[in-house]
């Protein structure tokens, strides 16, 4: 489902995707409100949400609040014109799974349509810039436990990947391991640090201290 206030935005963003063959566009909003009614009628239907964040009515993030309180689980990319870390990090936390501009070429944008229905997450690596300098002294306030446990060299080798923007399939080819193996792993770490996907395994790691960035 596209969900986006300018028609002429989901018409160009239709007719890209339809050059893959296995992406259809199933459903259309022009604002939250519709967004949330259509996912509660033909959530089946849908594998995604490609989002913007400000429309009238109801914006992104507060789609995403209503989705949750309504136990919608459908995951949400946020696609948008703003590369602003407050408004990324209150997507992240409201439950969004990915987050590109709309500048993106279609090629990440498949890509990134492709990870989150896989299960993974996606940001595009200059909104990751952005996140990481914008988190200098700032509480995600994600929960997660307060004492996590250690992370093995191995894993914090995998979190700086994670970090970098890499896919499963990216990580097993740099670390020459199977694809499988480092989805395990990947697991491992979300649960040592007791979050619930990629994205916070991140943000929770730099608030640790255990990886930075320039």
Known sequence: MLVDDQKLIRQGLASLLSLSAHIEVAHEAADGEEALARAKAHGSDIDIILLDLRMPKM???ELLQ???TDNIKIPVLILTTFDDHNMLLDALKAG???YLLKDVELEMLVSGIERIIAGE???QPTITTSL???LQG????????DTPEALSPKELEILRLIAAGC???EIAEALFKSEGTVKNQVSAIMSKLGVR?????????IELGLIGFC
């Open 59 to 61: 914006n992104g993030i």
């Open 66 to 68: 209503a989705m949750r």
């Open 96 to 98: 969004a799974r990915g």
């Open 121 to 123: 997450s996606m940001i």
């Open 132 to 134: 990481l300098n914008g």
């Open 138 to 145: 700032l509480h995600s306030e994600f929960e997660a436990f």
């Open 167 to 169: 896919s499963n399939k």
């Open 197 to 205: 996907d990629r994205t916070r395994a991140v943000l929770r790691a």
